[in-house]
T-cell receptor
Framework: EPEVTQTPSHQVTQMGQEVILRCVPI?????FYWYRQILGQKVEFLVS????????KSEIFDDQFSVERPDGSNFTLKIRSTKLEDSAMYFC?????????????FGPGTRLTVL | KDQVFQPSTVASSEGAVVEIFCNHS??????FFWYLHFPGCAPRLLVK?????QQGRYNMTYERFSSSLLILQVREADAAVYYC??????????FGDGTTLTVKP
């Protein structure tokens, strides 16, 4: 069964450093998403992406964040200058369609720890 | 502000029917999604829709601003966090805080 994969599973970085979290969506999916979950808190939407453009983003997704699909398979989330409060689990998801009936398939997540 | 509300915990006993309720204040809401999440694993979609639906032991009720997930014949292995999410036509999903289900043998 096809699945979304994410690398690395755990990333440790120093405050102020840039990190890139990588995701490989399911191959025939066209829409891509990032979510985060701070420890002990709920899953929060960050951004949706389609046709090489951001479709929608939340207020969390500020100028420190960017997303990119550098090639035909990877979908990346970059945090330019990490802060302590960026420590969280980051989930990537993908779906075939965007509007309404979009079953999103989630990856296993990358745990980001900012020291 | 778009918000989704669900109880933080629900307790049950094996074999019972469990109901987890969810309501929301999301503008332009289109669909409900119910996810199962075991910590350390990917959230897994259980059931979804803009009408009542069923997938195996999982039933979903639907009203415009609320939904319930019903788990039939609940087992100890069902103990996990269940997320209600509401999606708009623009593809933005708003998640609830999650409901931790505990199941007594």
């Amino acid at each position: 069964e096809p699945e979304v994969t994410q690398t690395p599973s755990h990333q440790v970085t120093q405050m102020g450093q840039e990190v890139i979290l990588r995701c490989v969506p399911i191959s025939n999916h066209l829409y891509f998403y990032w979510y985060r979950q701070i420890l002990g808190q709920k899953v929060e939407f960050l951004v949706s992406f389609y046709n090489n453009e951001i479709s929608e983003k939340s207020e969390i997704f500020d100028d420190q964040f960017s997303v990119e699909r550098p090639d035909g398979s990877n979908f990346t989330l970059k945090i330019r200058s990490t802060k302590l409060e960026d420590s969280a689990m980051y989930f990537c998801a993908s779906s075939v369609r965007l509007a309404g009936d979009n079953e999103q398939f989630f990856g296993p997540g990358t745990r980001l720890t900012v020291l | 502000k778009d918000q989704v509300f669900q109880p933080s915990t629900v307790a049950s006993s094996e074999g019972a029917v469990v109901e987890i309720f969810c309501n929301h204040s999301v503008s332009n809401a289109y669909n409900f999604f119910w996810y199962l999440h075991f910590p350390g694993c990917a959230p897994r979609l259980l059931v979804k829709g803009s009408k009542p639906s069923q997938q195996g032991r999982y039933n979903m009720t639907y009203e415009r601003f609320s939904s319930s997930l019903l788990i039939l014949q609940v087992r100890e292995a069902d103990a996990a966090v269940y997320y209600c999410a509401v999606c708009t036509n623009a593809g933005k999903s708003t998640f609830g805080d999650g409901t931790t289900l505990t199941v007594k043998p």
